[in-house]
């Protein structure tokens, strides 16, 4: 069983920055390979970014290709989304998710990830 909590969410002006925090449990997250997804009101879960198990490859959604940077720190099992730039459409609850599978990694399909944090809320006022 694998838990995920995110932190660092928050109101923000557009323009500004955010960073936030997914902690794992698990003796194995070093293997997972880890995505961020959002959830605006109204729309349906999309993609933000992902990163393989080493860190190696990074992905982003075209939306945020420039302004988000995701990142992980396997001693610490943590996973990192850096957002900068921020815009009234970035607005969303923000989810971590692990894909503990072996083999290809479809980062932007939701139903490849069989674990999910519980989300933290990003507001960007304008």
């Known amino acids: 069983q694998v838990q995920l909590v995110e932190s660092g969410g928050g109101l923000v002006q557009a323009g500004g920055s955010l960073r936030l925090s997914c902690a794992a449990s698990?003796?194995?997250?070093?293997?997972?390979?880890m995505g961020w997804f959002r959830q605006a009101p109204g729309k349906e879960r999309e993609f933000v970014a992902a990163?393989?198990?080493?860190?190696?490859?990074?992905f982003y959604a075209d939306s945020v290709k420039g302004r988000f940077t995701i990142s992980r720190d396997n001693t610490k099992n943590t996973v990192y989304l850096q957002m900068n730039s921020l815009k009234p459409d970035d607005t969303a609850v923000y989810y971590c998710?692990?894909?503990?599978?072996?083999?290809?990694?479809?980062?932007?399909?939701?139903?490849?990830?069989?674990?999910w944090g519980q989300g933290t809320q990003v507001t960007v006022s304008s």
């Open positions: 990163i393989s198990w080493s860190g190696g490859n990074t």
């Open positions: 698990g003796r194995t997250f070093s293997t997972y390979k």
């Open positions: 998710a692990a894909d503990t599978s072996i083999g290809a990694y479809y980062y932007t399909r939701k139903d490849r990830y069989d674990y």
